[in-house]
């Protein structure tokens, strides 16, 4: 890859952000935030959000620590090299590899140019009966130079005690104010009431007047809320961080129309932060499901240029899926919503936008007639008569056990390749001139009646029946006895 000269903002990457952030010129963000997976070893399946999609990932290092920590250490190089000199990086972690990422910041930074070690305080439902309860993470606050880099302490200055508002009982234009005595201790004069404005007027060298400021200057624990359960921000991303975090960061660390970077974007609650409060940015994550509603989710909040680059648009790539991304990318592409449940679900993966027909997904090639017929039952128990099987390719038995089953009267069940869904996307988005291209076929209109049409003229979907949402728990304890999609 080239590096350019100059940078793309409003950007967000499907890709390894190592061979992105290697393309980007030196010295060109001023600020950047990563939450990277932790060296935890824990397996996650979760729903997401309103479209309920089930996604997969993991943040397992077979390697060990060594392994984790050189894999971030690549990384880390290249996030020093694009920093701005004033520039500053805030990277998060637990107590797993903390003590480790430390050593390796200071390594490629420089030890004077740490600043803090933030604890993030939140409160869990986690007890332990072994040792004190973990209840923060860590935040390592590092800068590009060692003497001068943006701070605004005055923007994110902390309410004071009710006890210390108190002792300012006095008020004048300038706001309350206490009386302290001048000399060597420069306590407060407690009995103020005893001192007459006469008395202060004629004496002056003995007291003068300590104003109250607006706030007290934010220390290195923050008591910040995680997103829990019932929280209007939360998306269904099991790592998700509270809004109030990145707010504190991207206020406190850069200036209105800077450049904020996030390369592990997750769920894009940086982008979505700095949208909001007037800064450029740039997101990043390796995740197809994560881009998609990263860009949904800065979408919301105002922007409407938002560019994607990295998304996978061909067989190869889609190939290289691990199986609940390319599960993702299929339903994402026909608008489609996730089945809720990953065993017990007959064989269905999703439904499609508007008439909300079944939809199976293999991400395998040649795929048999004995599919095609386990089908036939999964879509009969769902009370529709049409289906779609999405795969790489089928078997000459697998077209004809769908034509057999359409004769009979069991159901249509369209066959479609992934090829197809490439193409046809291409239809309804190419441009006419100088070459139409191909449209697709009526059948696979039908199940891409949301694309093709604005979403203002979009039908009401059919009523659909209420059922139980599975919490994260109960999804994350059917995974042991799932099978692999496709």
């Known amino acids: 890859m080239n590096p350019v000269g100059y940078l793309e903002t409003g950007v967000l990457y499907c890709d390894d952000n190592l061979h992105r952030l290697a393309e980007f010129p030196a010295e060109c963000i001023d600020l950047i935030y990563l939450d990277p997976p932790f060296f935890s070893n824990k397996h996650y399946e979760v729903i997401w959000g309103d479209e309920a999609e089930v996604r997969s990932f993991e943040d397992r290092w077979e390697g060990g620590i060594q392994h984790y920590i050189n894999w971030m250490r690549e990384r880390v190089f290249e996030m020093h090299r694009v920093l701005r000199p004033t520039g500053s990086l805030y990277l998060h972690c637990d107590w797993h590899a903390n003590h480790h990422l430390r050593l390796m910041l200071d390594d490629i930074f420089g030890a004077p140019h740490f600043q803090n070690d933030i604890a993030w305080c939140y409160r869990e439902a986690i007890n332990s009966a072994k040792r004190w309860n973990r209840k923060h993470d860590t935040i390592l606050f590092y800068t590009k130079d060692a003497k001068e880099w943006t701070f605004n302490p005055n923007a994110v200055l902390q309410p004071h005690a009710a006890s210390t508002v108190k002792k300012y009982r006095l ?7 206490r009386l302290m005595g001048r000399g060597i201790t420069g306590s407060p004069i407690r009995s103020a009431r005893d001192v007459s404005p006469e008395w202060e007027r004629t004496n002056p060298e003995l007291v003068y007047r300590q104003y109250l400021r607006e706030g007290t200057y934010p220390v290195d624990y923050w008591n910040i809320d995680i997103i829990n359960q019932a929280s209007r921000e939360r998306l269904g991303y099991p790592t998700q961080k509270p809004e109030e975090l990145l707010e504190r ?3 406190a660390s850069s200036n209105p129309g800077d450049i904020v970077l996030d390369p592990f974007c997750g769920c894009g609650t940086t982008i979505a932060v700095a949208e909001r409060l007037g800064r450029q940015w740039v997101g990043m994550d390796i995740s197809p499901t994560a881009v998609g509603l ?3 989710r800065v979408e919301r909040v105002g922007s409407n240029q938002v560019t994607v680059y990295g998304l996978p648009m061909s067989e190869d790539a889609l190939r290289a ?3 609940y991304e390319f599960q993702n990318w299929v339903i994402q592409q026909v608008s489609g919503t996730h089945s809720p449940r990953k065993s017990g679900d007959m064989g269905i993966d999703g439904l499609s936008f508007m008439y909300h027909e079944p939809i199976q997904v293999k991400q395998s090639e040649r795929v048999g007639r004995n599919v095609v017929d386990n089908f036939e039952t999964a879509i009969e128990r769902s ?13 000459k038995g697998a077209y004809e056990e769908a034509a057999r089953a359409k ?4 159901g249509t ?4 390749k992934v090829v197809d869904l490439l193409e046809a996307a291409e239809g309804l988005t190419r441009p006419t001139m100088p070459l139409p291209a191909r449209r697709p076929t009526p059948e696979l209109m039908r199940l891409l009646s949301a694309a093709e049409r604005e979403i203002a003229d979009r039908p009401l979907p059919p009523a659909r029946p209420k059922t139980a949402r599975p919490s994260v728990r109960q999804l994350i304890e059917s995974d042991q006895t799932a099978e692999p999609v496709g």
């Open 249 to 251: 960061i991207i206020v």
């Open 383 to 395: 009370g529709n008569d049409v289906g779609y099987i999405v795969a790489f390719s089928f078997t």
């Open 407 to 410: 004769a009979a009267g069991k």
């Open 294 to 296: 990263m860009k949904r």
């Open 321 to 323: 899926l691990k199986p």
């Open 171 to 177: 008020t004048d234009e300038n706001g309350p104010y």
């Open 413 to 416: 069940i369209v066959l479609v």
